[in-house]
């Protein structure tokens, strides 16, 4: 079983449509993430929750909007797709002391 | 605040050599330090982690590290390079296990392994 498993894996989309990205994790873990990998790989956090509660927002636009239905899941949804939203997004999962990564979702927009 | 400065964004190895990819941190607090392996189109593997104890910590693939205080450093070692390492490595801090803790990670390492 996989541990944090995000779907789509490869998502291509034109600009200024809405998106959407889902994460489940099978852990049991508390606290949910997703990070945003560039183009050179630099990896940045953006979103944290806890329990369902959103902890961590870290200066993301607001067409970013994550949603925790439950303690297992933590999507993602995009609104108005710009060409700069073009990255690899990762969602993850911990019980604190580092993480779980999924396989990650390439978003390209054009 | 914490940081996590990746000394070398290439460093490349022959089979068989050691392999020494260099991490320094910073931290308001007592860090965990972790070393994460990201392998084409995948995700991110835990490697190892730190978080109190023993200093030199074990992880998968032969890989170790070991957390010095006084340097504020995290680098990471494996004796004797496989093709099979070659990949992006990354180090990465977080301020303890406080739940919601963020990763911080550094730029990354590209190593290469050369036959």
């Known amino acids: 079983d996989t541990a944090v498993s995000q779907t789509p894996k490869y998502l291509v989309t034109q600009m200024g449509n809405d998106k959407s990205i889902k994460c489940e994790q099978n852990l049991g873990h508390d606290t949910m993430y997703w990070y945003k990998q560039d183009s050179k790989k630099f990896l940045k956090i953006m979103f944290s929750y806890n329990n369902k509660e959103l902890i961590i927002n870290e200066t993301v636009p607001n067409r970013f909007s994550p949603k925790s239905p439950d303690k297992a899941h933590l999507n993602l949804h995009i609104n108005s797709l710009e060409l700069g939203d073009s990255a690899v997004y990762f969602c993850a999962s911990s019980r604190g002391g580092g993480a779980f990564f999924g396989q990650g979702t390439r978003l390209t927009v054009v | 605040a914490q940081s996590v400065t990746q000394l070398g964004s290439h460093v490349s190895v022959s089979e068989g050599a050691l392999v020494l990819l260099r991490c320094n941190y910073s931290s308001s607090v007592p860090p965990y330090l972790f070393w994460y392996v990201q392998y084409p189109n995948q995700g991110l593997q835990l490697l190892l982690k730190?978080?109190?104890?023993?200093?030199l910590v074990k992880g998968i693939n032969g890989f170790e590290a070991e957390f010095k205080k006084s340097e504020t450093s995290f680098h990471l070692t494996k004796p004797s390079a496989h093709m099979s390492d070659a990949a992006e490595y990354f180090c990465a801090v977080s301020e303890g296990a406080a739940s919601g803790s963020r990763l911080t990670f550094g730029e990354g390492t590209q190593l290469t392994v050369n036959p």
């Open positions: 730190y978080t109190t104890g023993a200093t």
